[in-house]
């Protein structure tokens, strides 16, 4: 067995993407092959069009979808290996909480699912660092958008896993909400060191965020840029008014946009090429 894939107790892991591709059985084609590499205990930030591949990514990596063709790897083991052990967790836009169940007993039913001991500690403490001290006892339905993706945060983080992998986690919320999740939860992963994958459709999010950003393009997705993020941690609301965040935020928006204009132009060549089909040769 690899040092890095030592299961439980285990450091954060390396996550590898080789030649990997999604065609669904439509035909969409949802991935080009992909090569990547997110380094242990770094939080990297997928961002692109609408419909490009981001989530298909991050899925393949969670091991929800099979690529098409290519491999995933966490740790040099596979993504259901991994999530078997309960080292992966997943948190999506839509916090998915057991409406009937309180948020303490949401938060638990991670523990459970993972086949680890329900801690009531744990789970009264991470209720507290999300900002939920009062509402434990609380069903979904009482509390707020905020408030219910707080607790599905806590649900994935209540594990320890070694991965977490975040699908527009705050894209539900209003903006001021959003601001206070972006700056008050992120340091409950940093601080245990865990490799991180977030997907974003918010620019400044993914440079408040993460230690580099990939860039991906139009459907099916290739990686465009891989930009590096060298902004101190922790990064508060005002951080956006420097010029270096103003500087990063200005270099993904030019990789998207030049992403969008090759794409677009590629797409006019083809529909102006000539039908090999249906041309003629004279005799």
Same mark, same amino acid.
């Given at each position: 067995m690899a040092a890095?894939?030592?299961?439980?107790?285990?450091?954060?892991?390396?996550?590898?993407?080789?030649?990997?591709?999604?065609?669904?059985?439509?035909?969409?084609? %949802? /991935? +080009?092959?992909?090569? *990547?590499?997110?380094?242990?205990?770094?939080?990297?930030? =997928? $961002?692109?069009?609408? !419909?490009?591949?981001?989530s298909t990514l991050l899925r393949m990596i969670a091991g929800l979808e099979q690529p098409s063709g290519g491999t995933v790897t966490i740790g040099g083991?596979?993504?259901?290996?991994?999530?078997?052990?309960?080292?992966?967790?997943?948190?999506?836009?839509?916090?998915?909480?057991?409406?009937?169940?309180?948020?303490?007993?949401?938060?638990?039913? %991670? /523990? +459970?699912?993972?086949? *680890?001991?329900?801690?009531?500690?744990?789970?009264?403490? =991470? $209720?507290?660092?999300? !900002?939920?001290?009062?509402?434990?006892?609380?069903?979904?339905?009482?509390?707020?958008?905020?408030?219910?993706?707080?607790?599905?945060?806590?649900?994935?983080?209540?594990?320890?896993?070694?991965?977490?992998?975040?699908?527009?986690?705050?894209?539900?919320?209003?903006?001021?909400?959003r601001q206070d999740l972006v700056e008050e939860l992120p340091p409950l992963w940093r601080e245990r060191g865990t490799t991180t994958l977030l997907v974003t459709h918010s620019i400044s999010e993914a440079v408040r965020l993460a230690d580099r950003i990939l860039v991906l393009s139009p459907r099916p997705a290739r990686i465009v840029a891989d930009i590096a993020v060298d902004l101190s941690q922790p990064r508060p609301h005002d951080v956006a008014r420097s010029d270096a965040f103003r500087a990063l935020v200005d270099d993904v928006t030019a990789a998207l946009e030049r992403s969008r204009q090759t794409t677009a132009s590629g797409r006019a060549n083809r529909d102006d090429a000539p039908d090999a089909a249906s041309s003629s040769t004279p005799v």
């Open positions: 890095d894939d030592a299961g439980p107790g285990a450091g954060p892991p390396r996550v590898e993407v080789v030649a990997a591709a999604k065609t669904y059985p439509d035909g969409t084609e %949802a /991935l +080009s092959p992909l090569d *990547a590499v997110f380094e242990a205990g770094r939080t990297t930030a =997928l $961002v692109g069009p609408s !419909g490009c591949g981001k083991a596979a993504p259901a290996t991994v999530a078997a052990r309960g080292e992966l967790s997943i948190a999506l836009q839509d916090p998915s909480l057991l409406p009937w169940r309180t948020v303490r007993k949401n938060i638990a039913l %991670a /523990l +459970s699912l993972a086949r *680890a001991p329900i801690d009531k500690a744990k789970v009264d403490q =991470l $209720v507290d660092l999300v !900002g939920l001290a009062g509402f434990g006892d609380a069903r979904p339905a009482a509390l707020s958008g905020g408030m219910r993706q707080r607790a599905a945060i806590a649900r994935a983080l209540v594990t320890r896993p070694r991965l977490l992998l975040l699908d527009e986690p705050f894209g539900a919320v209003d903006e001021l909400t």
